[in-house]
Every structure is written in C-alpha cells, then in structure tokens.
C-alpha cells in the first residue's frame, strides 16, 4: 500500500446563516457545505411522500460546467439513501458545496500538475454534505464515509493519491461505505481488473470502517477509540466534540438563570 494516510480536519457550523454547515479538508481538497432546509420547494418540484434534495456544487475557481453538474447527480442521487426525505414530504432540502481549495492550486518544484482525474475531490465533497446535514439536526438514516483509492502501473494500492501519482496511475476509484457496511457508492475511471478492484475497494472499506467487529448491533460505530486513520471515527469524534460543546453551553445557561 503506497501512498501516506492522510489525517482530515473538519469544522461544523462555521457558517451562522444556514441552518447547518460544515468545512472539510481531506487530501488537498477543502469543501464548504451550507444545508437550508426542510424549505418550501415550487409545485413542480414537488415529491407529495418525500422531500427533493437539491445539490449545487460551485468550483474553487470560475463557474460551474459539465463536472460540476455531474457530481449534482451523483450526490443527489448518493444522499437520497442516507437522508431521510419521508419524514418531509412536499419540502426540498438545499445543499450547496463550494470548493475552496484543490491540489491543482499547489506546484511541486515549480512544475504545475493538472488532475488527471476528477474523482478525487468526490470523497470532500460527500462528507463536508453529511457533516453539514448532521449540524442541521436533519435525520439520516446511517452515516456515510468515503475515501480515493488508486491503482499504480505496479498494481501497487495508493491511498489519496497526490496529483502526480494520478498522472502515472492506470484507474482511479471513489468508494463511500454506510455505516451497516454497504457499498453505497462507486466510481471509477481507467483501466483495471476486476481482482485488482477488489483490493481497491477492501482497502477502502478498511480506511472508511477500520476493523468490522467495532460495530454494534444496530451499525453505529464505538466511538471509545482514537484512531482518527479510521474515517468513520474521525467523523463521529467531530459530531461528539459539537454535542459536548452544546451541552456545556447550555448548562451554564442554565446556571446563570438558577444565580
């Protein structure tokens, strides 16, 4: 396994007018999420039993093309499952992603790599979504964690792979794994075998979940462990470190009114 792990940083509400945001960095890219919502959406978009989610994705420079669009439809489509839009029919949840930071922004001995890849954003992208939706105190229905996996011309595995280890890798993939351990999503671009996907997406599922036997029965995950190496208790020691900061807010709200 090539490639060193990367430790994220995330922050949750660091915006103050949406009803939830969240920042995340993760292998050279930093995302800014802001989530609105449940609001009224317009008749025509309408779902009568459930709620339409509604992504925007805006680059780190320029405007918004073909790509941008692109990875609309995948998240809309990837956050249908997690979120749960029965519980606000006839309203629409806002989920605006702004990249603000990208690898490509970066030389390396004044030489300037483009990506060769767009994939390697989408892991950003989807957890900077959970984090902000999780701050918006709306209800998912499991977590979701994600991770980029590169298959070098060795067929060596590379984790987070740098712009210029793209630049000689034959695929690129993108996994996001539930926290019951399923394959939510999938994206890969180059070319590869299916042997050599399969170790791709084991060595994902280790980065995204660490060891299986830390889940309990109903699928959420302990949370008595420091490995941050394990995405998805990174994300759920971010979530726990807002909660406590909440709950001693509030009670020395409490005290001062007892004074």
């Not at 309203?91 to 490509?104: A, F, N, R």
Request: contains cysteine; charged residues 25%; aromatic residues 4%.
């Amino acid at each position: 396994m090539n490639g060193s792990i990367v430790a994220p940083e995330a922050d949750i509400l660091p915006l103050r007018r949406a009803d939830g945001s969240a920042r995340y960095s993760y292998a050279g890219y930093s995302v800014l999420a802001a989530v609105n919502g449940p609001v009224d959406v317009q008749r025509r978009d309408e779902l009568p039993e459930e709620a339409a989610i509604d992504v925007i994705v805006r680059p780190a420079a320029g405007v918004g093309g073909v790509r941008e669009r692109h990875f609309e439809s995948i998240l809309e489509k990837t956050l249908r499952h997690i979120i749960l839009v029965s519980a606000h029919p006839r309203t629409q949840i806002q989920i605006t992603l702004q990249v603000t930071h990208t690898p490509e922004n970066e030389s390396s001995s004044g030489r300037l790599f483009q990506a060769a890849s767009n994939l390697p954003v989408l892991p950003a992208l989807l957890q900077a979504s959970v984090l902000a939706l999780l701050s918006a105190s709306l209800p998912l229905t499991m977590m979701l964690t994600s991770t980029t996996v590169a298959i070098g011309i060795d067929n060596s595995l590379i984790h987070d792979p740098t712009l210029k280890q793209l630049q000689t890798a034959t695929s690129v993939h993108v996994f996001a794994f539930s926290s019951r351990g399923d394959l939510v999503l999938v994206e890969s671009e180059g070319k590869f075998s299916f042997h050599a996907w399969e170790e791709a997406a084991n060595e994902a599922m280790h980065r995204c979940r660490g060891n299986e036997n830390k889940e309990d029965n109903v699928g959420d995950i302990n949370m008595d462990t420091e490995d941050h190496t394990n995405l998805e208790n990174f994300l759920k020691s971010i979530v726990e470190q807002k909660v406590r900061k909440d709950q001693a807010w509030k009670e020395s709200i409490k005290r001062e009114q007892r004074a």
